[in-house]
């Protein structure tokens, strides 16, 4: 298999069923120290800041850790809506998922939907998991960007790129090389770009 890369945007990633994952940043105050989110049954509300637009999801969108294990598990748990919620675009100009955007009868609604249903079956342990516990650890963001990678995220104890080589036909250890990014928009932190190499 020839090695192959590809960067989505959160509307392109209907074309792709594949993993995420998270790689680290330095923070600019000082020496990276790990920074850490977790999810599991349902998301907290967030009280956005006075001077920004509250962002259309429930989920807590305080942090890039927070936001992509809030997207993880809206995907483990096929909540295509809340998923779509927590996704954005950088632009210009940056956009972010809205009710009327992530609606079902959208254009892009339809897209993240079937792209949600892929994600699913890839994110999904076999054990399957009805409220997953999801924990995202590493480096805090440098600026308004964070990347995260697959084996620094876990669904219910084993790393995202487990479960999605457990989840393959012929992926190996070592082929699959998955990043989410997590951007800063409008004053809270949305999934804004994948990253798969494969090889």
Known sequence: MSD????????????????????????????????KATTSNSASAQSPSASAPAPSSAADQSSPEATVAAWVTAVVKGEVKQACLLMGEEGPPPTTGSEETCADDSAQGKRIQKSIGAFQESFTPASGTENPSVEVTGAPADGDKARYSADEITIDGRTLEDVILSNSTGLEKGQLNVGIQSSKLDDAWYVTDMAFDIG
């Open 4 to 35: 192959r890369t590809k960067h989505v945007g959160w509307v392109a990633a209907g074309l792709l069923a594949a993993a995420a994952g998270l790689t680290g940043c330095s923070s600019e105050d000082g020496p990276a120290t790990d920074a």
